[in-house]
């Protein structure tokens, strides 16, 4: 199987600083950059949007962005995402009501569509949108804020969308780090975000090495 990658969340880095610490996360070994952006609607907590991630792109040319849009209307920030230099467009699924629309309009901007589902929802819900998604997230805690307990529960998503779509892109998101990373791994997924447990280390390299070296087996 292939080497899963690791995304970093800069939700609980020091946000006056992102540029910086983004740098600091990729100079770490970062393979990509998971940018959690919230509307204070659809989950109960207020991030930042495409101001911030363009600002963010013209310090950082070329690392590969991912926003995870934990918003109520997706469709609303498709191009002036693409416009911010976003690579991959994750939404939820739950609030959309024609998710293959909104895919098209993610696909059209030029970017990679992801499809995100909460701990709530069943992972069948995404069976009717699989030819159009280029990656699935299977959030492992409720989103809304970092540092919550991994839901090893939601293993059994990962499990069967890998049994089902040998070839897709799986991603987790939530309480992920070195003692949680490797059931992650064992059912399925190739895309780790972890937020608290790199961003808060004192050896952000080492903890990326040491959840690395889990993957790697
Ligand atoms: C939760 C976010 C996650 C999360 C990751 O709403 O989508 O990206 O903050 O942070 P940790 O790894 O601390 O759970
Ligand atoms: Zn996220």
Not at 2 to 13: C, E, F, R, T
Request: charged share 20%.
């Amino acid at each position: 199987s292939v080497q899963a990658k690791i995304g970093p969340s800069i939700l609980n880095a020091d946000l006056s600083n992102l540029a910086e610490e983004s740098q600091k996360l990729l100079d770490n070994g970062a393979d990509y950059l998971h940018l959690d952006v919230m509307d204070g609607t659809f989950v109960p907590n207020l991030t930042f949007g495409h101001p911030m991630v363009k600002s963010l792109r013209n310090k950082i040319k070329t690392a590969f962005f991912e926003t995870h849009m934990m918003v109520q209307n997706p469709e609303q920030w498709i191009s002036p995402m693409a416009d911010a230099g976003v690579n991959l467009y994750t939404f939820h699924i739950e609030p959309v009501e024609d998710v293959c629309k909104v895919s098209r309009l993610v696909q059209e901007s030029g970017m990679k569509v992801g499809l995100a589902i909460k701990p709530g929802t069943e992972v069948k819900a995404l069976e009717k949108y699989m030819s159009i998604a280029d990656v699935v997230l299977v959030m492992t805690v409720e989103p809304g804020f970092g540092g919550q307990s991994f839901m090893a529960d939601m293993m059994s998503k990962v499990e069967w969308l890998r049994e089902s779509y040998p070839n897709l892109d799986i991603e987790v998101d939530g309480g992920v780090g070195p003692k949680t990373i490797e059931c992650c791994a064992k059912a399925g997924a190739n895309m780790i975000v972890s937020g608290t447990a790199v961003v808060g280390a004192s050896d952000q390299r080492q903890v990326m090495k040491d959840m690395r070296d889990v993957v790697k087996s």
